[in-house]
Every structure is written in C-alpha cells, then in structure tokens.
C-alpha cells in the first residue's frame, strides 16, 4: 500500500529553521518524482518544491528559492524540506505527495500533512 | 507562471443535480490538467489525470474534459460526500500551480 507521512512540523520563530520529513512505504523513493504542497490557512494549495526520480532535477516556487532544499535519502526511504529563513507567510500545512501514474508532475498520493507556525 | 482560473468559486447544489466547474488556463496546457478533491480538514485527493482519466477507485459520476485553455469538471448526480473543495492543477511546465479553488456547498 502506497503511503507518505509527513512529520517535523511545529512552532518556529521568524528567521529561523525547520525541516520537514516525508515517511514513505510500499513503493520506490528512487523511481519516483515527489513534491511539497504548502495550503495557508484559509486558502488554496500552493505547490512548493518538486525533486525528480533520480535526483538530479529540483525546483522551487519562487517564493522559497534560496531559503527552501528539496532532498532525500533513498536508503531510509524518506523525503525532506530543509526550510531556513522562515517568515509568516510560510505558516502552513505542508503536504507531501508521490507522483502520477503517468507523469511526475502531478500528485498521485498524498500525505496527511504536517503544520508549520512562523510566529514570534 | 501558468495562471490557472476557476469558477465558480463556489457553489450550492442538492444532492442529485448536476456539478459542472470550469478551470481555464492563461496559456495552453495541451490536457496536462489535474482535478482534486479536499474535504475539510483532510488532505487533497486525486480524481482526474491528463484531464480526463479518472483516478482508480473514482466513482464514474466524475468525469473531466477540455484540452488547451478550457476545462471541465463535472459531477453526474452529486452525493453527499461529494461536497467539498476541487480544484485544478496544470502540469504542462514549472512552477506548478492550482486554481483558486471551487466550494461545492450544500443548498
């Protein structure tokens, strides 16, 4: 059974960092495309980050290019956002999601999503 | 970036009727357009792929339509656990983006 677990959210400063973890079980991390999806409170969902299978393709919304990493660990089956630099417009539930079954560019599954607070 | 628009951006309808939701893209997207459902307080789920596939598991009153600029989500007879938030997704080129949303909303 394919499954993404999000966890690592919680309260944190302005200007300061957090990193996300994305849990994942019954497919391969290495074969397929996974993103972050952000939805602040009250509004629509706003892609964040997106890395290809193989690792070698990353991008960012603009909004977090530079203060936001996408990266992963195959061996531990596990997909992370490094997030530094936090302001309040970060505040949101972060979602992570597994690609489609016929393009990596959409979400085929996702997670239940996991909180963040930018607030001082 | 792709603006994706939908409309409306709410709406209240009976069980039975029929859900029509429009999503149009400021540029041409070919059929790279995703359709999800969000109920309060969940995550968003897939429904439609390449604009008109529907998901495994997706009951067949869903259905999804329009190439290019225009798209549509429809729902055949609604059901009560079909009221929700959907929205559009365009994947035709970075940075992804959804539209602003469509409330289906008990009348």
């Known amino acids: 059974q394919v499954q993404v677990v999000e966890s690592g959210g919680g309260v944190v400063q302005p200007g300061g960092s957090l990193r996300l973890s994305c849990a994942t079980s019954?497919?391969?991390?290495?074969?397929?495309?996974m993103h972050w999806v952000r939805q602040a409170p009250g509004k629509g969902l706003e892609w964040v980050a997106f890395?290809?299978?193989?690792?070698?393709?990353?991008d960012y919304v603009d909004s977090v290019k530079g203060r936001f990493t996408i990266s992963r660990d195959n061996s531990k089956n596990t997909l992370y956002l490094q997030m530094s630099s936090l302001r309040a417009e970060d505040t949101a539930v972060y979602y992570c999601?597994?690609?489609?079954?016929?393009?990596?560019?959409?979400?085929?599954?996702w997670g239940k999503g996991t909180t963040v607070i930018v607030s001082s | 970036a792709i603006r994706m628009t939908q409309s409306p951006s709410s709406l209240s309808a009976s069980t039975g009727e029929k859900v029509t939701i429009t999503c149009r893209a400021s540029?041409?997207?070919?059929?790279?357009l995703a359709w999800y459902q969000q109920k309060p307080g969940k995550a968003p789920e897939l429904l439609i792929y390449?604009?008109?596939i529907l998901k495994s598991g997706v009951p067949s009153r869903f259905s999804g339509s329009g190439s290019g600029t225009d798209f549509t989500l429809t729902i055949r007879s609604l059901q009560s656990e079909d009221f929700a938030t959907y929205y559009c997704?365009?994947?035709?080129?970075?940075?992804?983006?959804f539209g602003g949303g469509t409330k289906v909303e008990v009348k």
């Open positions: 540029q041409g997207i070919s059929s790279y």
């Open positions: 019954g497919f391969r991390l290495d074969s397929n495309g």
């Open positions: 997704q365009q994947y035709h080129s970075y940075p992804l983006t």
């Open positions: 999601a597994k690609d489609g079954d016929s393009s990596e560019d959409y979400m085929g599954v």
């Open positions: 390449d604009a008109l």
């Open positions: 890395i290809k299978y193989d690792g070698n393709i990353k």
